[in-house]
């Protein structure tokens, strides 16, 4: 148990050595190997077949549509595919998994060679690098709570075997809790960017098996790895790693040796437990799966799988900073999912200012939902209410200060902005005379300003339109007060 006692000097000695592996299903119509439907949270034991319940004499047969979304995944991380992938049985006892052994590939899997990069802590980008992406089944799941006799019985429901799933093993290339985290972070967008599932954790359609092992800083060698299992978010798997990383320190320290094993998480204690050691380690005892065929992937799958592709997270944040002038922070937060971005993107390509269109939806409505603790899709302000607005604000009809007005009502009565608009219709001041009795009075009382304006610091046009429209609890037309206010301080007769 990693004791407060490991200075910061002994924890500077040693490098952290981290390698992720990631489980995601994927999302088909139906099962890997079977015409099952693939959902989750259908009544237990109902989406099964003789296929995925693994009874004697029957055949698999490979879901086309899983190896589409397999090779697309592959794709979008970077992978080479494999032409010629083999499936293999890996086999072992467990009461989830009524065959004996789950379809997987082993040595020869669909893709390898790939990578992904994330932000370090220095604002630079690492590339961290993945070893396979490989396809196989789920097995289904032991339910341990729930039950009046839960204390006694453990259910099973096997509606998840057979679910498909691709494997993303990195290299040993992430060297922090942090990277670890952003790594995770960033493959996840992408999967979800590319479609092929939903990466729900609470759901388990992405978990995580964490190694770690820690070295003397400029060891060549790396150090024995512990696999902290199933850590489901990616904040535990920060915590589990950086609990790891100490009590790997502490055991070398104390001049013991690190034990390969896998570990457990465990949460609410905030530290990892021994789960088997490697000599009670599985051997799968892997072998060729001999009722399918090599898995071919096909120029044309691998054409469809590539213009299936969508433009990647990385790749649009720095279009979108370039296109709308987008600070990287106000890029990331509308790329944050894919659909978020595709609803700015049409909506800001109808609106006379795509750049204002996406300042009013980070800062006036994303601020009102910050101070509220909401989330974006629970804004009352529509897409279309926000080009409204923008367009309004852009042309001069309503200023600044109505538009925040009216934001305010909208949020108060639950209202798109459109019908508060057509309702509030805020007055505005277009008679010229009018406002030229104001600027006058504004001129008036500040001389000096006045002055400086005069000597060329024509910025101070914009110290008059504030005064102005402040002077007129911003009901003055913008466009007409800009007009106005320039025309009097160029003018002879003050
Ligand atoms: P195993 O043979 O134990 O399954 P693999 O070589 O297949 O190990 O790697 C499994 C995962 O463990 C990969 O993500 C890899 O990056 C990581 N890994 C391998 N060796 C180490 C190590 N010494 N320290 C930390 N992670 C490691
Ligand atoms: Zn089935
Ligand atoms: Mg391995």
């Known amino acids: 148990m990693p004791a407060a006692s490991l200075s910061p000097e002994i924890l500077a000695k040693y490098e952290p050595v981290i390698g992720l592996e990631v489980h995601v299903q994927l999302l088909t119509a139906t099962k890997a190997f079977c015409g099952c439907v693939n959902h989750f949270g259908s009544e237990p034991n109902t989406n099964v077949c003789p296929v995925c319940l693994g009874l004697p004499g029957s055949l698999p047969v490979l879901n086309a549509q899983a190896v589409d979304f397999a090779t697309r995944a592959s794709l979008a991380i970077n992978c080479k595919i494999n032409e010629r992938s083999i499936f293999a049985r890996k086999n072992y006892f467990y009461p989830d998994l009524p065959k004996g052994y789950q379809i997987s590939q082993f040595d020869k899997p669909i893709a390898e060679h790939g990578w992904i990069e994330v932000p370090t802590a220095e604002g630079k980008t690492k590339r961290i690098g993945i070893m396979r992406l490989h396809m196989e089944e789920d097995a289904g799941k032991s339910i341990h709570d729930g039950f009046s006799d839960s204390a006694t019985r453990t259910y099973i429901d096997l509606n998840r075997c057979g679910t498909p799933l691709a494997e993303i093993v990195s290299e040993p290339d992430i060297r922090t809790p942090d990277e670890a985290y952003e790594y995770l972070t960033r493959l996840k967008e992408i999967l979800l960017y590319t479609g092929v599932s939903d990466c729900n954790m609470e759901e388990g359609s992405l978990r995580c098996d964490a190694n770690v092992s820690v070295r003397l800083k400029g060891a060549s060698k790396f150090g024995t790895k512990a696999e ?36 457990l998480w465990n949460a609410a204690e905030g530290r990892t437990y021994s789960m088997r050691s490697k000599e009670q380690a599985h051997d799968y005892r892997y072998f060729p799966e001999p009722d399918l065929p090599p898995l071919i992937v096909t120029a044309e799958m691998l054409a469809l799988a590539k213009s299936e592709l969508p433009e990647l997270p990385e790749a649009r944040r720095a279009r979108m900073i370039a296109e709308y002038e987008l600070t990287p922070q106000d890029a990331a937060t509308l790329t944050a999912t894919r659909e978020f971005a595709d609803r700015f993107e049409a909506a ?75 309702r509030e219709k805020p007055q505005q001041i277009t008679d010229s005379s009018a406002l030229e009795v104001m600027i006058d009075e504004v001129i008036a009382a500040n001389p000096k300003q006045v002055e400086q304006y005069r000597a060329g610091k024509k910025t101070m046009a914009a110290f008059f339109v504030g005064q102005v429209m402040r002077a007129s609890k911003g009901q003055a037309n913008p466009a007409l007060l800009n007009e106005l206010v320039t025309k009097k301080l160029d003018s002879q007769q003050i």
Not at 233 to 244: D, M, Q
Not at 384 to 413: H, M, N, P, W, Y
């Open 228 to 263: 902290v299992k199933n850590v489901n978010s990616f904040r535990f798997v920060r915590a589990a790693l950086e609990y790891e990383i100490e009590r790997q320190i502490e055991v070398i320290e104390s001049g013991e040796r690190v034990v390969q094993e896998s570990r």
């Open 348 to 422: 800001a390509k109808g609106a006379k200012s795509a750049r204002r269109v996406a300042n009013l939806l980070l800062s006036e409505v994303g601020g009102r939902l910050k101070a509220l603790g909401l989330e974006q899709e629970q804004s009352p302000i529509s897409m279309d209410g926000i080009v409204l607005a923008a367009d309004l604000l852009e042309v001069g009809t309503i200023s600044s200060r109505q538009l925040k007005q009216l934001f305010d009502i909208c949020f108060e009565k639950s209202e798109d902005f459109p019908s508060v608009y057509e």
